[in-house]
């Protein structure tokens, strides 16, 4: 029960980073690669904070803008510099592992008995029921796992909500215009490549975000965690794209979170059943890998079997 | 007003694929004038359109519009005073969002873009209004991805968004050169009208000698990036499709002359 609560938790958190490779992938179109470096510049920001006893509501909007600022460096290397996206992206991201070893000092930053979310909502979750389990379903769930699991559900909830809602304002629009169809939002008076930058720069801030929430959930930050966040923020986003087969804008928004979650459970089954930790990222590479030429391959065999037909 | 000076532009400078598009384009289009340009393949026609529209940086001349020098602005910038509609209904649209928001967003055209909702109740009201007007029965549709509308209603819709706001100066390139001859016809009819209702300046370029015949105050004749003919006031009213013809056929034998008289003028010089 336990493995099933923190795969979801840790489904939410990252749900963020699905929310931000979103932007990035299928709003602009733009393969920003800047979210391994920023996811731990978030955690790095946040967790250093922290230990000089700043409010962890404050340290993780810290996070935020950190990445926030990281997605305009990689948004301005490309637009205004005319460098190639992917190429911006890398830059950005090797970058940002000097910056955050300078940022945390060492390669690991514990959070050990330092008020972060995670103990905030574990106290008041004990607080309001007054004891250490609850049962749930004929399980036994500790308070601990229960509250940070709503805490990160209330958080995900608080930011696709104000996401969708910055979308319908006449900036979001425009935005999504740019991803759409560039000549056609210039021609209406919206420099585009702001736009671009500005996309990148809440893009990268929501992946900061779940670094930061990651950092506190996990208890440290660390110099690696953000390898491969790319991917499995693309995998997250594919998954949800199958559950509500559209690409509007709301329901996109609410499969991305859902497909967040669901990779991550599959993630703890396959653990669970055996896989070795190792290949974690190889399978979420192959599993981007097949999700990314399926659709074609499927098309194709359709294709094959009318004209079969047809003959 | 709009006032082009000396305008000259070439692609591919110093290399042997050259093209001087535009060898000094000078053109004067009073206010409420709706100008059409004919030419030949390559003869600058659309690249005259691009630079006004600021797609194309010009290598020098001046342009003015509504008497501001436009010449150095980006093109998101003079979408403030330039409606655009292009020849690929594919280019003026946003597919993949709603007729609604489309419309939304040209309604705005070159003012700033912040929190403000793009589509409330009372927006809505007057999208549908609008749209009623094009007799297409579009005004049910508005929810409806515009990317799943036919070309001529992309089209119909985007000469909607370009004249939503009423532009200093609206630019048409060959915006029905890729739809079918029907609803090509209705997007003819249908700019006609709005052109002359908000007594709009207008350039438009067509490879159509029939509308080029039909349509506008002035016809503007390109060859080689220069301006060849200018048919204006009485002139412009006799203009029959058959006397652009002739007229084309007048250049295409000019072209044989100037080829065979430097063939000589080389086996003689060279």
């Known amino acids: ?311 | 007003m709009l006032e082009i000076c000396g305008v000259r532009k070439v692609f591919s400078q110093g290399t042997p694929n050259e093209v001087r598009a535009l060898q000094g384009v000078d053109l004067k289009i009073e206010t409420g004038s709706f100008v059409v340009i004919i030419g030949t393949n390559g003869s600058g026609k659309s690249t005259l359109l691009n630079v006004v529209g600021g797609t194309l940086q010009i290598d020098s001349g001046v342009i003015s519009l509504a008497g501001v020098n436009i010449t150095k602005w980006p093109e998101y910038r003079r979408a403030k005073l330039i409606g655009r509609v292009f020849q690929n209904p594919f280019s003026g649209t946003a597919p993949e969002m709603s007729v609604a928001e489309n419309l939304a967003l040209a309604a705005r055209r070159g003012r700033p873009r912040r929190l403000s909702w793009l589509l409330g109740a009372a927006k809505r009201d007057e999208l549908r209004e609008r749209v009623r007007y094009l007799k297409m029965d579009l005004e049910n549709r508005l929810d409806d991805q515009i990317g799943s509308l036919s070309g001529g209603q992309r089209q119909a819709l985007t000469l909607l968004m370009a004249t939503w706001l009423k532009p200093e100066l609206l630019l048409l390139d060959e915006h029905t050169a890729a739809l079918d001859p029907k609803s090509a016809d209705q997007v003819i009819t249908l700019t006609d009208e709005i052109v002359e209702r908000e007594k709009l300046t207008t350039l438009m370029v067509t490879h159509s000698m029939h509308q080029a015949a039909n349509l506008g105050d002035r016809l503007v004749m390109m060859h080689h990036g220069r301006i060849i003919q200018d048919f204006h006031g009485a002139e412009r009213k006799r203009t029959r499709v058959d006397d652009l013809l002739a007229r084309f056929e007048d250049v295409r034998r000019a072209d044989q002359l100037d080829e065979t008289a430097a063939e000589m003028l080389r086996r003689v010089y060279i």
């Open chain 1, 1 to 311: 029960m336990s493995l099933l609560i923190g795969a979801l938790t840790i489904g939410f958190i990252l749900s963020l980073l699905a929310l931000g490779v979103f932007i990035s992938f299928r709003i602009f179109d733009f393969p920003d690669i800047t979210a391994d470096g920023s996811s731990t510049l978030g955690a790095a920001i946040a967790a250093v904070l922290l230990i000089k006893g700043i409010n962890p509501v404050l340290a993780s909007a810290a996070g935020f803008a950190g990445g926030f600022l990281a997605g305009g460096v990689t948004g301005t290397l490309a637009m205004k510099f005319k460098i190639n996206g992917l190429l911006a992206g890398i830059l950005v991201m090797t970058a940002l592992y000097s910056f955050n070893l300078h940022i945390m000092g060492k390669s690991n930053v514990p959070l050990f008995g330092r008020p972060t979310l995670s103990s905030y909502a574990e106290t008041t979750g004990m607080r309001l029921l007054g004891r250490s389990t609850l049962r749930v379903l004929g399980w036994d769930v500790t308070v601990t796992e229960a509250s940070t699991l709503i805490t990160a559900f209330v958080a995900v909830l608080l930011v696709s909500l104000l996401l969708y809602l910055f979308l319908q304002t006449n900036l979001g629009a425009a935005m999504r215009a740019t991803g759409n169809n560039r000549q056609m939002i210039r021609a209406l008076g919206v420099n585009d490549e702001r736009m671009i930058i500005l996309g990148l720069s809440i893009s990268n801030g929501l992946i900061a975000l779940a670094g930061a929430l990651l950092a506190q959930y996990q208890g440290f930050a660390d110099i690696q965690m953000g390898i491969g966040m790319i991917v499995w923020g693309l995998a997250s986003v594919i998954i949800g794209e199958a559950l509500v087969g559209t690409r509007q804008v709301g329901m996109a928004i609410v499969g991305a979170i859902m497909g967040s979650v669901l990779f991550r459970l599959l993630v703890a089954i396959a653990l669970r059943l055996g896989l070795d930790p190792n290949d974690l990222k190889l399978m979420t590479a192959a599993f981007v890998f097949a999700a990314l030429i399926l659709p074609g391959l499927l098309k194709n065999i359709q294709r094959r079997k009318a004209q079969a037909l047809h003959a």
